[in-house]
Structure formats: structure tokens, C-alpha cells
RNA sequence: CGGGGCAUGGUGUAAUGGCUAACAUUUCCGCUUUGGGAGCGGACGAUUCCCGGUUCGAGUCCGGGUGCCCCGACCA
């Protein structure tokens, strides 16, 4: 992409408001831009980060037997009375039609989903089945706060799985938290990322969150640094030990809840009365369990823990390009790059403007955090300057080593 | 929802109750320049968040709203 065909601009300073690292840093950017509090948009640079971090959520997701799909936003009432919550969830946005019926905007899909599956699960041969899809969710939050971290609109990522029996979802529910490891680790936080002992809400004991260690964050965690395994201050206190290993020397961390995972076994079932004929001719209630997972919050977190003083450093994973090739008064050359740099299907965002000073250009680069910095100047000759973001050493390097070092 | 802070061009800031609201940056034009937000000259850009009050006079003082940020409570 031309970078001066980019619509947004980077600032030099960041909105005085902003606290939170992510905000300052993403604002300043242009990857996002502010609406109202808790509500943002997600601009050229930021909307292809979150691609990224979707798709690596979505290839796992498949990995593990998802079927995707896309529920609606606009839910009716008499689907979230179905289960009471209609009445009991105090962050449903409600709104009326013009006839005054009552609807809710959707801050999570359990009352569709089953719903949805009890029209298709009927025997045993329907099981398991597992659907998630990625999509905006809306909560009523009494504060927003700390950039992507908490909004009020949200992007979700939400896998719900149905079983015969305890045993088999809870196999599954195991086989979820190997893969939510998995895209923790692709994203480039897990080592900040730990698997987190919370409370199970009305269905279980415990439920599992992911918690991404960082002082931006709002929850409180007491890790275990030997088993990698922490837990949230609402269901334990100081003095209380690992429920892995009993280890009673625990770190109390910030933290922020980036995926969280319920047992929720027949708790929805039996509200719609999704039933399945077992084998044996008899009718048992459906298991279920349900994951979610923010990759907006995702987003924020990488930010907070992958950045410096000049700027973002986004892992190549879900880097909004690979490569950020910046121009000093050398578009001719810059381009044969560009173009054979696209051609072998690297992405590259070209600083191909002209009246734009070379201090500038490479202060926009490190606030942007691009992995790749290559250079064509001057000083160049025929070779690129190439470097990592996250070092200070440069190379000269030909273009076939470049493309090869790229591919 | 309780507590605290803030609100002035797009962004960051300045302005004893007193003249035409100032500066930097951004943007635009011209020149110059190309290795760390470069230089010179010029220009555009504001109903000082809103409503009301005090005053000869309000960006500034008072009252009431609204918005944003932070702390707490809340958080499938």
C-alpha cells in the first residue's frame, strides 16, 4: 500500500486524556479513532492488525472443529426472558421499535445459539458439534476505560460446543485451552499470558480465563511461577496457595482478561429444552460449553506489551504489514522494490511521499511498529537498508536477499 | 453508580475580570532540503463544550447541565 494514499495521520502528540498505552499509542497512529468512550473505529492500519489477529482466532478455531457462522446483533426479548436474563443482566443494551416491541442488542449468544441448535441437534448422531462465529458484541458498561481494553462495543469471538455427556465436553473444554495457548502464543503474549483460576459463575466451580499480565490491566491475578498458573483475586485471597501444585508463594499481578471459558453443561439446555434421544432410546439434556475470546482486546494488550518510547513493536504475526519500505528522495528506485516486493506477495506499506522529511518518516515508522524497516536512499546505492523494529542494528542487503529473507 | 480531575483552532498548550483570544504543531502556497518529526517566507483554521447568572465588561467569577479521563463499585 502507498502510505500517501493513507487516509489517516499519525500525531505527534497523543489526545491529553488518554492514560492507558494502547490508547495513546493506537490514537497517535491512526489505527483507531475514538467515537465516544468505549466505542471506536477501526481505521485502515488497525482494521487490518484486528484481520490478523481474527484469522489466527479463526484458523485455530477450525483446528479445533468449529463451524463458523454469524448471529444477528438484534436480538428479540422473548429470547433472553427464555432463561431470565432479560431481567437479570444489567449491561443488556434494550432499546424499543417504533410500535414500542422491545428488543436487546446482543452482549453475548447463548440464548440464540441454542435456540438456534436445538431446530438441529435431535439425536446423538448430532453430537458433538462445535460453532463460533466473530462479531460485534454491545455491553452496557458502567466504564469504559484503558483504550481496547474495555469498550462498550466489541468485537467477540464465541465458540459454543454441545455434547452427550460431562466427560466428553469436558475433554473438549481441555482441548480449547491447548489451542487458546496456541493463538496467545501466534499473537506474541504468551509469555505475559497465563491461564487463570476465576470464579464459575452460576454454572460451575471455576471457569478459566486467560489473563495477559500488564499494568493497563483491571483485574488482579496471584500467579504461580512455577506452574504457569494464576488466580483471579475474586475467588481467592492472598493467603490462599496454586490449586495446581499448593505453592502458597504466589505473585499478585495486573492483569487483562483477554479469553475466558465456561462449563455451562445444562444451564442453557434446559431453558430451551435442547434434548437429544441417546442410543439407548432415552432423551438426556445437551452439553454445552461456551468460549469466548476479544480480538480487539488482543489488539490492546500486543500493544501494551510490545512497544517503546518511539512507538509500537507489533509482532510479524499480526503486524498490519510486513515490511514498511520508507523513500528518501529515491521513489524511482523504491519502486522497482515495491512492485517486486508485492509481486512475491509481501505485504508492504511504501512511504512513497515526497515532501516528507526523512526524520519524519522514520519517527512515523517506529510510532507505526511495522517489524521491517527497509530504506532506499542516497546513501543506499543499489542495495536496501534493512532493519527490525525492535533492533538498532541495520543491513545492507541486494533485493533477492530481502525477498528471500521475507519469504 | 460513588469519588476525583479536566474541557480554548484537527492535536498539544497560553492568556491579572479589560484592546482584534496567543504560541507550537498539523493543513495549504512558494522557495529550500532529504539519515531521526529539518529550514525560511506567507496563508487557512475558534460561537473558548452547552444553558443561565453576576458585571460597564466573562475564556477567566457563580449556578446547572453535558462530555472525556482516572480511582472505586460493577463485569458471562
Request: charged fraction near 30%; proline fraction near 3%.
Amino acid at each position: 500500500m502507498l502510505q500517501s494514499q493513507l487516509f489517516t495521520k499519525t500525531q505527534k502528540e497523543a489526545p491529553k486524556d488518554e492514560e492507558a498505552t494502547n490508547a495513546k499509542l493506537l490514537i497517535r497512529g491512526g489505527f483507531v479513532d475514538k467515537l465516544m468512550a468505549g466505542v471506536y473505529t477501526f481505521l485502515p492500519l488497525g482494521f487490518r492488525v484486528l484481520k490478523k489477529i481474527e484469522n489466527i482466532i479463526r484458523k485455530e478455531m477450525l483446528k479445533a472443529g468449529g463451524q463458523e457462522i454469524l448471529m444477528p446483533t438484534l436480538h428479540p426479548k422473548h429470547i433472553w426472558e427464555s432463561t431470565g436474563r432479560w431481567e437479570t443482566m444489567d449491561d443488556l443494551y434494550k432499546l424499543k421499535d417504533k410500535s414500542g416491541k422491545d428488543f436487546a442488542l446482543g452482549s453475548t449468544h447463548e440464548e440464540v445459539i441454542t435456540s438456534l441448535m436445538k431446530k438441529f441437534i435431535i439425536s446423538y448422531n448430532d453430537l458433538p458439534k462445535y460453532v463460533f462465529q466473530i462479531q460485534n458484541k454491545f455491553r452496557d458498561e458502567p466504564r469504559a476505560k484503558s483504550g481496547l481494553l474495555r469498550t462498550r462495543e466489541f468485537i467477540m469471538k464465541d465458540l459454543y460446543s454441545f455434547h452427550s455427556d460431562e466427560k466428553d465436553m469436558e475433554d473438549y473444554y481441555d482441548k480449547i485451552k491447548a489451542h487458546y495457548k496456541s493463538i496467545f502464543d501466534t499473537c506474541g503474549i504468551s509469555r505475559e499470558t497465563f491461564i487463570t483460576f476465576a470464579s464459575g459463575g452460576s454454572f460451575s466451580k471455576y471457569s478459566h480465563e486467560f489473563q495477559t499480565v500488564t499494568e493497563a490491566g483491571e483485574d488482579r491475578i496471584f500467579l504461580c511461577e512455577k506452574c504457569k498458573v494464576a488466580v483471579n483475586s475474586e475467588i481467592i485471597s492472598i493467603q490462599d496457595s496454586c490449586p495446581e501444585c499448593g505453592n502458597k508463594n504466589l505473585a499478585e499481578k495486573k492483569a487483562i482478561e483477554v479469553g475466558n471459558i465456561f462449563k455451562l453443561k445444562t444451564k442453557f439446555s434446559d431453558s430451551f429444552e435442547l434434548k437429544f434421544t441417546d442410543k439407548d432410546g432415552s432423551e438426556k439434556d445437551v452439553i454445552m460449553g461456551c468460549y469466548g475470546l476479544g480480538p480487539a482486546r488482543v489488539m490492546g494488550a500486543v500493544v501494551e506489551v510490545h512497544h517503546d518510547e518511539n512507538g509500537i513493536i507489533w509482532p510479524e504475526s499480526v503486524a498490519p504489514f510486513r515490511i514498511h519500505l520508507l523513500s528518501l528522495g529515491e521513489n524511482k528506485k523504491s519502486e522497482k522494490i515495491y512492485n517486486n516486493l508485492k509481486k512475491q506477495g509481501i505485504e508492504v506499506l511504501y512511504d512513497d511521499r515526497e515532501d516528507v522529511s526523512a526524520g519524519e518518516k522514520f519517527a512515523e515508522a517506529d510510532l507505526i511498529g511495522i517489524p521491517y524497516r527497509a530504506v532506499i536512499s542516497e546513501k543506499t546505492g543499489a542495495q536496501i537498508e534493512i532493519k527490525r523494529r525492535n533492533s538498532r542494528e541495520v543491513k545492507l542487503v541486494n533485493i533477492e536477499e530481502l525477498v528471500e529473507f521475507l519469504s
